[in-house]
C-alpha cells in the first residue's frame, strides 16, 4: 500500500500541486464566502479524485503483470471518482455516469475473472534428448508414463496430463468411464483380439470401409498386437473402434491425431516409452524396444519420422530452460538453484549466505534510491527481473560484483521470471512469507 | 413521363456502373486466384527452381505435397512456414509483452471494425423500414434514425481505419517472421480487401452524402439499393479477414511444412471458416445494436426536453431490439462453432471446454446470463412507458424465477481442470453435493429456458397496451399457452433425461431442445402479431416516460457484450496455445504461455473501457456537429409501438 501511494505521488504530483496551487488561489481570489466554501470544497473532492485516479493507474502500473487479485479495485476506484466528478460537471454528467456504470461492470467482470482459479498454460515442455534404445524396461516405461501423464507415479493422479495429451480422451484404469476414446486399460491383450474383428479385414487394407484405409500406400495392416497399437497411433481411422469414430462418419473416421505429427509429435523412441508403459503397468512383459519401433517403421515412413531434437522450444535461446515456469515457485527456486547461494524466508533449504537474503518487498524500494544504484527500475517488481537478467545493476554491499551467473534471463522462461518475481516482491522483512500456490 | 423514365434509366444506369466498378477488383483478381494466386507465395523454393531451372533436365520436375487439411495433393509453391527463435529478429520487443500490445491493437481494430460492418446493416433494415411504412409520419422518423445511425458510423469508420493501420504496424514491428509467412500465403487475399476496403469507403460516402438528394421515389429505391451493395461488400471484408484467423486456428492449403500448394482457395476455406463467418455476422449485429442502444440510453439520459428524451428512448428500443433479435440465436452459431472445433481437433475443442480454458466459458455463460438478464429488465421497465400494461407486473416475478433457474443450471461446470489438491479437497472430479450437475443437456436445457422465456417476455411487451380482437383470439392464447407449456416441458424433461443416457448420445439432445426454442420465436410471434392486427388499444405508448433505470439496463446490455465479445476473442485466439498457425508454425516467443484468467479479466476490461471511453468521445464529437433537435421531434410521438423489423 505504501509503495501504491509512493507510485502514485511520484507519477502525479504536478496534478496534486496544481490543485493545491488552485486552492490557495480561490482563497485569495474569492471575496463571496459562500462562493469560496463552495470553490474550497469542489477543489478538495477534486484533489481526492485525482488521487483515486492516480492510486487506480499505479495499481495497473505496478501489479499488471502480476497475479494481484486486487487490480479490478482501481477499476472500483474510477467508478467512484466518475460519479463524483458527474456531480460537479453538471454539462456532461451524463457521460460521467455512464463511464462510471461501464466501469462498476468492468470492475465486476474483471473481479469474478480474478476471483476463479487462477490457472496458467505454461510453456510446452522442453525437449531433452534422450537414448531411449539404451534404456531398460522399466526405465522406457516411466519415461512412458512422463509422456503420457507428465511426471512418474502421476497415472494415479486424476487430470494429470503430458506431452502425449493422451488422458484428454482416453480413459486409463480398470472400470473407468471412458467416454471420448476406449479404455487403454487391457491393451495389451485385447490388441491381438483386435486383427480378428471382421471390420479390422486384416491383411485386406483395401477391403476397409474407413475413410483411411493404410497408413501410407503399401504399408499394408498390422500382424501382431504390437503392430495393432503402432498402427492405431500412427494411423488412427485407419480401423475405429465402435462408436468411437467421428460424429456423423459411421466410424469411419477418427477424431484422434495421429500421434507422430503435430500438435503431439512423438518421436519413434517416445511412442516406445508409452507403449512399454502400458505393457508394464498391468505386469506383462513388453516387447523390447527394437521390436516396438520396428512396428512403427512399418506404419511411418522415414520422412514422418519426427526428430527428436526438432522444434525445441527456446532452442534459439541458448539451450533449455531451468524452469519451464508450470512448477510451483519453491521447485522454480530449486531448479535454477537459487537456494545454494540465497536466503529466502518460506523456501525450504534456501538458507543460502553467498548472496544477500531476498526480502525484496523491504530491499528493493531503498535500493533504487541508492546512488550507487545504476539501473532503470521503478518499481520493486522491475528491479527483481533487473537483478535476476543484470545482477550487475546494482551490487548489495558486501558481497562482490559478477558472482551471480548472468544467464538466467536465458534459462528461466517468462512464466518462472513472473513467479520468482511475484513471490519475492511480497517478502518483507520481519513479515510472514506468503504461501506458496 | 418521359423525363421520368429518362431519370430512371440513368439512375439504373449509374448504379450498374457503380457496381461494375466496384466488382472490378475481383473480376481482375480472379484469373490470379485461378492459378493460385498468380506468382506462388514467397515464390517458389530454391530447391523447385533449381530443378527446373537445371540444364539438360528436360523434363520439368515439379514437387507435390499433401494438403495438411483437405488431403488433396499439390505443387509446392511457398517456402515453409519459418522457425522462429526467442530472438530479436524473429520477436523485435521493447521492454513490455508484445503479445499484449497486439492484443490491445487488434481488440480495438476489431470493435471499431465490427461497429461500422453491422451500422449499415441497422441502417438498412430500419430505411427499408422506412421506405415500406404507409405511415409518413413514421417512415421520415425511420428514415433519420437510419441517418442518425450512419453519421454515427461515419466517424467510427476512419478511426477503424486507424487502428488497421496501427494493427498492421504492431504485427509489422513486433512479429515480422509470423506476419511475413502469414502475408506471403494470402497475398492475393490481402489486396483483395485493400481493394474492397477502398470499395466500402466509397460506396458509405456515396450513401450517406446522396441521402438528402436521394430521398424521394425512384432514387430511393436506388440509395436502398446502395446500401445493400454497402452491406455485402462489408461481409467480403470481414469473410476475408476471418480466412486468416480461420488459417491460423485450423489451416489449410499447405503441407505439413507450411508451404503453400497453389490453391487459395483451400486456404481461405479452412474448417472453421464458415462457422466463423456466420458467428461473427451475428455477434457483429448484436455488438452494433448494443452500441447504437448505448449511444440513445447517452443521449436520453443528457435530454433536455421531453421531446429528445421521446426521440431516444424510441431509438434505444429500436437498437436493442435489433441487437437481441441477433443475440438470441447467438447462442446456436456457437454452438455449430464448437462443434466444428471437436470435428477438427478433439483436444482442441477440449481445450476449450473442459481444459485450459474451460473457467473461461463459466464467465462466458455468466456473461449470456447477464445479457438475457438485462434484456428481460428493460423490457419490464418498458412495461412502464406503456398505458394498460399494469396487468403484466404481477408475471414478472414468475419470469425472474425462471430466468435464475435457467441461469444456475447454465452456469453449472461439469468437468473442470483442476489441482491434485483441489481434487482432494472436493473428494474426486464431481463435486460431493452438485454431483454430476452440468451436463450438456441440462445447460442447453438452462440457456433454451432463458431464451424461451426471453420470447414470451417479448410476446408480453407487445401486447403491453393492446387486446386482441380477431374473433379468434380465445382460441389463440389458448394455443399459445399450451404450446408454451409443452416447450418449457419439453426442454427441462431433455434437460434431465440426459443424465440417463450415454454422453455420445446426449449430444443429440440439444437439436430437439434447440428446436422447441426456434419454434416458440418463430411460431408464437408470428401467430402473437397476427393476433394483434387491429387490436383495441387501451392505453398509448407514452415514449420517453420510462424508468432512468431502463437506459442503465441498456449500458448494461452494450458493456456486457463488449466484454464478452474481448472474453471470446480471447478464448479463440488462445486455444491455438504455442502456435501462430496451428500445428504448422510455432510460437517461440517468450510469450508462448497462456496467461491466467484473472489477466485476462484485467486486460479484456481495459480493452473495453477504453473502447467505451474512445466512443464515448465519438458520441460527443457527434452532439457537437448537430447541435439541433431531431428532425420530426416536434411531430406527436407515434402512439402505436413501432414493430422492430426482426421478424416478428
Given at each position: 500500500?505504501?509503495?501504491?501511494?509512493?507510485?502514485?505521488?511520484?507519477?502525479?504530483?504536478?496534478?496534486?500541486?496544481?490543485?493545491?496551487?488552485?486552492?490557495?488561489?480561490?482563497?485569495?481570489?474569492?471575496?463571496?464566502?459562500?462562493?469560496?466554501?463552495?470553490?474550497?470544497?469542489?477543489?478538495?473532492?477534486?484533489?481526492?479524485?485525482?488521487?483515486?485516479?492516480?492510486?487506480?493507474?499505479?495499481?495497473?502500473?505496478?501489479?499488471?503483470?502480476?497475479?494481484?487479485?486486487?487490480?479490478?479495485?482501481?477499476?472500483?476506484?474510477?467508478?467512484?471518482?466518475?460519479?463524483?466528478?458527474?456531480?460537479?460537471?453538471?454539462?456532461?454528467?451524463?457521460?460521467?455516469?455512464?463511464?462510471?456504470?461501464?466501469?462498476?461492470?468492468?470492475?465486476?467482470?474483471?473481479?469474478?475473472?480474478?476471483?476463479?482459479?487462477?490457472?496458467?498454460?505454461?510453456?510446452?515442455?522442453?525437449?531433452?534428448?534422450?537414448?531411449?534404445?539404451?534404456?531398460?524396461?522399466?526405465?522406457?516405461?516411466?519415461?512412458?508414463?512422463?509422456?503420457?501423464?507428465?511426471?512418474?507415479?502421476?497415472?494415479?493422479?486424476?487430470?494429470?496430463?503430458?506431452?502425449?495429451?493422451?488422458?484428454?480422451?482416453?480413459?486409463?484404469?480398470?472400470?473407468?468411464?471412458?467416454?471420448?476414446?476406449?479404455?487403454?486399460?487391457?491393451?495389451?491383450?485385447?490388441?491381438?483380439?483386435?486383427?480378428?474383428?471382421?471390420?479390422?479385414?486384416?491383411?485386406?487394407?483395401?477391403?476397409?470401409?474407413?475413410?483411411?484405409?493404410?497408413?501410407?500406400?503399401?504399408?499394408?495392416?498390422?500382424?501382431?498386437?504390437?503392430?495393432?497399437?503402432?498402427?492405431?497411433?500412427?494411423?488412427?481411422?485407419?480401423?475405429?473402434?465402435?462408436?468411437?469414430?467421428?460424429?456423423?462418419?459411421?466410424?469411419?473416421?477418427?477424431?484422434?491425431?495421429?500421434?507422430?505429427?503435430?500438435?503431439?509429435?512423438?518421436?519413434?523412441?517416445?511412442?516406445?516409452?508409452?507403449?512399454?508403459?502400458?505393457?508394464?503397468?498391468?505386469?506383462?512383459?513388453?516387447?523390447?524396444?527394437?521390436?516396438?519401433?520396428?512396428?512403427?517403421?512399418?506404419?511411418?515412413?522415414?520422412?514422418?519420422?519426427?526428430?527428436?531434437?526438432?522444434?525445441?522450444?527456446?532452442?534459439?535461446?541458448?539451450?533449455?530452460?531451468?524452469?519451464?515456469?508450470?512448477?510451483?515457485?519453491?521447485?522454480?527456486?530449486?531448479?535454477?538453484?537459487?537456494?545454494?547461494?540465497?536466503?529466502?524466508?518460506?523456501?525450504?533449504?534456501?538458507?543460502?549466505?553467498?548472496?544477500?537474503?531476498?526480502?525484496?518487498?523491504?530491499?528493493?524500494?531503498?535500493?533504487?534510491?541508492?546512488?550507487?544504484?545504476?539501473?532503470?527500475?521503478?518499481?520493486?517488481?522491475?528491479?527483481?527481473?533487473?537483478?535476476?537478467?543484470?545482477?550487475?545493476?546494482?551490487?548489495?554491499?558486501?558481497?562482490?560484483?559478477?558472482?551471480?551467473?548472468?544467464?538466467?534471463?536465458?534459462?528461466?522462461?517468462?512464466?518462472?521470471?513472473?513467479?520468482?518475481?511475484?513471490?519475492?516482491?511480497?517478502?518483507?522483512?520481519?513479515?510472514?512469507?506468503?504461501?506458496?500456490? | 413521363?418521359?423525363?421520368?423514365?429518362?431519370?430512371?434509366?440513368?439512375?439504373?444506369?449509374?448504379?450498374?456502373?457503380?457496381?461494375?466498378?466496384?466488382?472490378?477488383?475481383?473480376?481482375?483478381?480472379?484469373?490470379?486466384?485461378?492459378?493460385?494466386?498468380?506468382?506462388?507465395?514467397?515464390?517458389?523454393?530454391?530447391?523447385?527452381?533449381?530443378?527446373?531451372?537445371?540444364?539438360?533436365?528436360?523434363?520439368?520436375?515439379?514437387?507435390?505435397?499433401?494438403?495438411?487439411?483437405?488431403?488433396?495433393?499439390?505443387?509446392?509453391?511457398?517456402?515453409?512456414?519459418?522457425?522462429?527463435?526467442?530472438?530479436?529478429?524473429?520477436?523485435?520487443?521493447?521492454?513490455?509483452?508484445?503479445?499484449?500490445?497486439?492484443?490491445?491493437?487488434?481488440?480495438?481494430?476489431?470493435?471499431?471494425?465490427?461497429?461500422?460492418?453491422?451500422?449499415?446493416?441497422?441502417?438498412?433494415?430500419?430505411?427499408?423500414?422506412?421506405?415500406?411504412?404507409?405511415?409518413?409520419?413514421?417512415?421520415?422518423?425511420?428514415?433519420?434514425?437510419?441517418?442518425?445511425?450512419?453519421?454515427?458510423?461515419?466517424?467510427?469508420?476512419?478511426?477503424?481505419?486507424?487502428?488497421?493501420?496501427?494493427?498492421?504496424?504492431?504485427?509489422?514491428?513486433?512479429?515480422?517472421?509470423?506476419?511475413?509467412?502469414?502475408?506471403?500465403?494470402?497475398?492475393?487475399?490481402?489486396?483483395?480487401?485493400?481493394?474492397?476496403?477502398?470499395?466500402?469507403?466509397?460506396?458509405?460516402?456515396?450513401?450517406?452524402?446522396?441521402?438528402?438528394?436521394?430521398?424521394?421515389?425512384?432514387?430511393?429505391?436506388?440509395?436502398?439499393?446502395?446500401?445493400?451493395i454497402l452491406n455485402v461488400i462489408g461481409t467480403v471484408l470481414m469473410f476475408l479477414a476471418n480466412s486468416w484467423i480461420g488459417f491460423m486456428m485450423s489451416p489449410a492449403g499447405v503441407d505439413e511444412q507450411g508451404r503453400f500448394l497453389g490453391n487459395i482457395w483451400?486456404?481461405?476455406?479452412?474448417?472453421?471458416?464458415?462457422?466463423?463467418?456466420?458467428?461473427?455476422?451475428?455477434?457483429?449485429?448484436?455488438?452494433?445494436?448494443?452500441?447504437?442502444?448505448?449511444?440513445?440510453?447517452?443521449?436520453?439520459?443528457?435530454?433536455?426536453?421531453?421531446?429528445?428524451?421521446?426521440?431516444?428512448?424510441?431509438?434505444?428500443?429500436?437498437?436493442?431490439?435489433?441487437?437481441?433479435?441477433?443475440?438470441?440465436?447467438?447462442?446456436?452459431?456457437?454452438?455449430?462453432?464448437?462443434?466444428?472445433?471437436?470435428?477438427?481437433?478433439?483436444?482442441?475443442?477440449?481445450?476449450?471446454?473442459?481444459?485450459?480454458?474451460?473457467?473461461?466459458?463459466?464467465?462466458?455463460?455468466?456473461?449470456?446470463?447477464?445479457?438475457?438478464?438485462?434484456?428481460?429488465?428493460?423490457?419490464?421497465?418498458?412495461?412502464?412507458?406503456?398505458?394498460?400494461?399494469?396487468?403484466?407486473?404481477?408475471?414478472?416475478?414468475?419470469?425472474?424465477?425462471?430466468?435464475?433457474?435457467?441461469?444456475?443450471?447454465?452456469?453449472?461446470?461439469?468437468?473442470?481442470?483442476?489441482?491434485?489438491?483441489?481434487?482432494?479437497?472436493?473428494?474426486?472430479?464431481?463435486?460431493?453435493?452438485?454431483?454430476?450437475?452440468?451436463?450438456?443437456?441440462?445447460?442447453?436445457?438452462?440457456?433454451?429456458?432463458?431464451?424461451?422465456?426471453?420470447?414470451?417476455?417479448?410476446?408480453?411487451?407487445?401486447?403491453?397496451?393492446?387486446?386482441?380482437?380477431?374473433?379468434?383470439?380465445?382460441?389463440?392464447?389458448?394455443?399459445?399457452?399450451?404450446?408454451?407449456?409443452?416447450?418449457?416441458?419439453?426442454?427441462?424433461?431433455?434437460?434431465?433425461?440426459?443424465?440417463?443416457?450415454?454422453?455420445?448420445?446426449?449430444?443429440?439432445?440439444?437439436?430437439?431442445?434447440?428446436?422447441?426454442?426456434?419454434?416458440?420465436?418463430?411460431?408464437?410471434?408470428?401467430?402473437?402479431?397476427?393476433?394483434?392486427?387491429?387490436?383495441?388499444?387501451?392505453?398509448?405508448?407514452?415514449?420517453?416516460?420510462?424508468?432512468?433505470?431502463?437506459?442503465?439496463?441498456?449500458?448494461?446490455?452494450?458493456?456486457?457484450?463488449?466484454?464478452?465479445?474481448?472474453?471470446?476473442?480471447?478464448?479463440?485466439?488462445?486455444?491455438?496455445?504455442?502456435?501462430?498457425?496451428?500445428?504448422?508454425?510455432?510460437?517461440?516467443?517468450?510469450?508462448?504461455?497462456?496467461?491466467?484468467?484473472?489477466?485476462?479479466?484485467?486486460?479484456?476490461?481495459?480493452?473495453?473501457?477504453?473502447?467505451?471511453?474512445?466512443?464515448?468521445?465519438?458520441?460527443?464529437?457527434?452532439?457537437?456537429?448537430?447541435?439541433?433537435?431531431?428532425?420530426?421531434?416536434?411531430?406527436?410521438?407515434?402512439?402505436?409501438?413501432?414493430?422492430?423489423?426482426?421478424?416478428?
Open positions: 500500500m505504501v509503495e501504491l501511494i509512493q507510485a502514485a505521488l511520484d507519477m502525479g504530483w504536478p496534478i496534486l500541486a496544481f490543485l493545491v496551487c488552485l486552492l490557495v488561489y480561490f482563497q485569495v481570489s474569492i471575496s463571496d464566502p459562500a462562493k469560496k466554501k463552495q470553490a474550497t470544497f469542489k477543489t478538495f473532492i477534486g484533489m481526492i479524485a485525482a488521487f483515486m485516479l492516480l492510486m487506480a493507474i499505479a495499481n495497473y502500473k505496478i501489479n499488471f503483470f502480476a497475479n494481484s487479485r486486487l487490480l479490478p479495485v482501481s477499476l472500483a476506484m474510477i467508478t467512484a471518482l466518475a460519479f463524483m466528478m458527474g456531480i460537479y460537471f453538471t454539462n456532461i454528467g451524463a457521460l460521467f455516469k455512464i463511464g462510471g456504470f461501464m466501469f462498476l461492470v468492468a470492475a465486476g467482470l474483471s473481479g469474478y475473472g480474478n476471483w476463479l482459479p487462477q490457472v496458467e498454460g505454461g510453456f510446452p515442455p522442453a525437449e531433452v534428448k534422450l537414448d531411449f534404445g539404451s534404456m531398460s524396461a522399466q526405465q522406457l516405461a516411466d519415461e512412458g508414463e512422463k509422456i503420457i501423464f507428465g511426471g512418474i507415479g502421476q497415472s494415479k493422479v486424476q487430470g494429470a496430463i503430458g506431452k502425449g495429451q493422451c488422458p484428454l480422451c482416453h480413459g486409463f484404469n480398470e472400470g473407468f468411464l471412458s467416454e471420448r476414446a476406449p479404455n487403454l486399460w487391457g491393451v495389451p491383450d485385447r490388441a491381438k483380439t483386435r486383427l480378428d474383428d471382421p471390420r479390422y479385414h486384416k491383411g485386406k487394407p483395401g477391403d476397409r470401409d474407413t475413410e483411411q484405409k493404410e497408413a501410407f500406400p503399401g504399408s499394408g495392416t498390422a500382424e501382431t498386437g504390437q503392430e495393432y497399437i503402432a498402427e492405431s497411433h500412427s494411423c488412427p481411422s485407419c480401423f475405429v473402434v465402435a462408436g468411437f469414430g467421428v460424429k456423423g462418419t459411421n466410424d469411419k473416421q477418427s477424431p484422434m491425431p495421429a500421434i507422430h505429427k503435430p500438435p503431439i509429435s512423438l518421436s519413434l523412441g517416445e511412442l516406445a516409452a508409452v507403449d512399454t508403459w502400458m505393457y508394464v503397468r498391468e505386469g506383462k512383459e513388453a516387447p523390447s524396444f527394437e521390436e516396438i519401433t520396428k512396428a512403427y517403421e512399418k506404419f511411418i515412413p522415414e520422412a514422418d519420422r519426427p526428430k527428436q531434437t526438432e522444434d525445441k522450444p527456446g532452442a534459439a535461446g541458448g539451450g533449455g530452460v531451468l524452469a519451464t515456469g508450470e512448477e510451483p515457485v519453491d521447485q522454480i527456486f530449486q531448479k535454477a538453484t537459487c537456494v545454494a547461494c540465497h536466503t529466502i524466508p518460506g523456501i525450504a533449504g534456501a538458507v543460502g549466505t553467498i548472496g544477500p537474503k531476498l526480502v525484496e518487498g523491504t530491499n528493493a524500494p531503498t535500493r533504487i534510491k541508492d546512488p550507487a544504484y545504476k539501473g532503470t527500475a521503478k518499481s520493486t517488481r522491475e528491479y527483481i527481473t533487473e537483478s535476476v537478467i543484470n545482477p550487475s545493476a546494482f551490487v548489495v554491499k558486501g558481497f562482490p560484483d559478477n558472482t551471480m551467473p548472468k544467464e538466467f534471463g536465458k534459462k528461466l522462461s517468462a512464466g518462472a521470471l513472473n513467479k520468482i518475481v511475484d513471490y519475492l516482491s511480497q517478502l518483507q522483512e520481519g513479515k510472514e512469507p506468503p504461501k506458496i500456490s | 413521363m418521359g423525363s421520368l423514365t429518362r431519370k430512371k434509366t440513368l439512375a439504373v444506369m449509374a448504379l450498374s456502373a457503380m457496381i461494375g466498378l466496384l466488382l472490378l477488383p475481383i473480376v481482375v483478381s480472379v484469373p490470379a486466384l485461378a492459378s493460385g494466386g498468380g506468382a506462388p507465395a514467397g515464390g517458389p523454393p530454391p530447391d523447385v527452381v533449381k530443378k527446373e531451372g537445371g540444364e539438360g533436365d528436360k523434363d520439368k520436375k515439379v514437387e507435390k505435397a499433401r494438403d495438411v487439411y483437405y488431403k488433396t495433393e499439390g505443387i509446392v509453391s511457398g517456402l515453409p512456414a519459418p522457425k522462429t527463435g526467442d530472438n530479436a529478429k524473429d520477436y523485435p520487443r521493447y521492454n513490455f509483452e508484445s503479445r499484449v500490445l497486439l492484443w490491445f491493437a487488434n481488440q480495438q481494430h476489431l470493435y471499431y471494425g465490427s461497429f461500422v460492418l453491422a451500422v449499415p446493416i441497422f441502417c438498412m433494415v430500419i430505411e427499408f423500414m422506412g421506405v415500406m411504412t404507409k405511415d409518413k409520419a413514421m417512415a421520415k422518423k425511420y428514415d433519420q434514425l437510419a441517418y442518425d445511425f450512419i453519421k454515427i458510423s461515419l466517424t467510427a469508420y476512419s478511426l477503424t481505419a486507424i487502428l488497421g493501420g496501427i494493427l498492421i504496424f504492431t504485427f509489422l514491428t513486433l512479429y515480422p517472421a509470423f506476419f511475413g509467412y502469414l502475408s506471403s500465403i494470402f497475398r492475393p487475399v490481402m489486396h483483395i480487401y485493400a481493394l474492397m476496403f477502398v470499395a466500402e469507403s466509397g460506396t458509405l460516402y456515396i450513401y450517406y452524402y446522396g441521402w438528402d438528394k436521394m430521398k424521394e421515389g425512384f432514387l430511393k429505391w436506388i440509395h436502398l439499393s446502395m446500401s445493400v483451400h486456404v481461405i476455406h479452412t474448417a472453421l471458416w464458415n462457422p466463423l463467418n456466420v458467428h461473427r455476422i451475428l455477434g457483429n449485429m448484436a455488438f452494433g445494436g448494443g452500441v447504437v442502444a448505448a449511444y440513445a440510453a447517452y443521449r436520453f439520459l443528457s435530454s433536455k426536453t421531453d421531446e429528445e428524451r421521446a426521440h431516444y428512448d424510441w431509438m434505444g428500443y429500436i437498437a436493442m431490439s435489433l441487437g437481441v433479435a441477433f443475440l438470441i440465436p447467438l447462442p446456436f452459431a456457437g454452438y455449430w462453432l464448437m462443434r466444428e472445433v471437436y470435428a477438427y481437433r478433439q483436444q482442441m475443442g477440449i481445450t476449450l471446454m473442459g481444459g485450459l480454458l474451460a473457467w473461461l466459458f463459466i464467465i462466458q455463460a455468466t456473461m449470456i446470463g447477464i445479457l438475457f438478464l438485462s434484456t428481460n429488465y428493460y423490457l419490464w421497465q418498458a412495461l412502464g412507458r406503456m398505458r394498460g400494461a399494469e396487468r403484466f407486473q404481477r408475471w414478472i416475478k414468475y419470469f425472474v424465477f425462471l430466468l435464475v433457474c435457467g441461469f444456475l443450471v447454465f452456469i453449472t461446470p461439469h468437468t473442470m481442470v483442476m489441482t491434485p489438491a483441489e481434487l482432494k479437497a472436493m473428494g474426486g472430479q464431481q463435486h460431493p453435493v452438485l454431483g454430476n450437475y452440468g451436463v450438456m443437456s441440462a445447460k442447453n436445457g438452462g440457456i433454451n429456458v432463458i431464451i424461451t422465456t426471453t420470447v414470451l417476455t417479448f410476446i408480453w411487451y407487445q401486447r403491453g397496451n393492446r387486446v386482441p380482437s380477431v374473433s379468434w383470439s380465445k382460441f389463440g392464447n389458448i394455443f399459445m399457452g399450451v404450446f408454451f407449456f409443452f416447450a418449457y416441458v419439453n426442454i427441462i424433461w431433455l434437460a434431465i433425461y440426459g443424465y440417463f443416457i450415454p454422453a455420445n448420445v446426449r449430444v443429440g439432445l440439444s437439436v430437439p431442445q434447440v428446436a422447441t426454442t426456434l419454434s416458440c420465436l418463430f411460431f408464437m410471434t408470428a401467430l402473437n402479431l397476427s393476433m394483434l392486427k387491429g387490436a383495441k388499444q387501451i392505453g398509448p405508448i407514452e415514449w420517453g416516460k420510462i424508468s432512468v433505470r431502463s437506459q442503465y439496463a441498456l449500458i448494461m446490455l452494450a458493456t456486457a457484450f463488449t466484454w464478452m465479445m474481448g472474453l471470446m476473442g480471447y478464448i479463440r485466439s488462445s486455444v491455438r496455445l504455442f502456435w501462430h498457425v496451428n500445428e504448422i508454425m510455432r510460437d517461440n516467443s517468450p510469450w508462448a504461455y497462456t496467461h491466467t484468467v484473472g489477466f485476462a479479466a484485467n486486460m479484456i476490461s481495459f480493452n473495453v473501457l477504453f473502447f467505451w471511453i474512445s466512443i464515448m468521445f465519438v458520441f460527443w464529437l457527434g452532439t457537437l456537429a448537430a447541435k439541433k433537435a431531431p428532425v420530426e421531434a416536434k411531430a406527436p410521438v407515434p402512439g402505436q409501438a413501432p414493430q422492430p423489423a426482426v421478424g416478428h
